[in-house]
């Protein structure tokens, strides 16, 4: 029975550091990162133009 909750215990301690980790990537509404859109132009074999869009965030 000791083991069973000392694993128990072990388990929930690392479940809460690892939802405390999952909001890193979270923005407050001051502190939103500044993003715009890239055009990357590039060839393909035949040499036509082709142009993609690319959304870059600082």
């Given amino acids: 029975m000791r083991t069973f909750v000392l694993t128990a215990a072990v388990a929930i301690i690392a479940a809460a550091s690892f939802a405390g ?12 990162p500044y993003c715009y859109v890239k055009k990357v132009r590039t060839y393909d074999y035949d040499g036509n133009l082709i142009v993609k869009k690319i959304r870059v965030c600082e």
């Avoid at 980790?21 to 939103?32: I, L």
């Fill in 21 to 32: 980790s999952s909001q890193a990537g979270y923005y407050r509404d001051d502190c939103k």
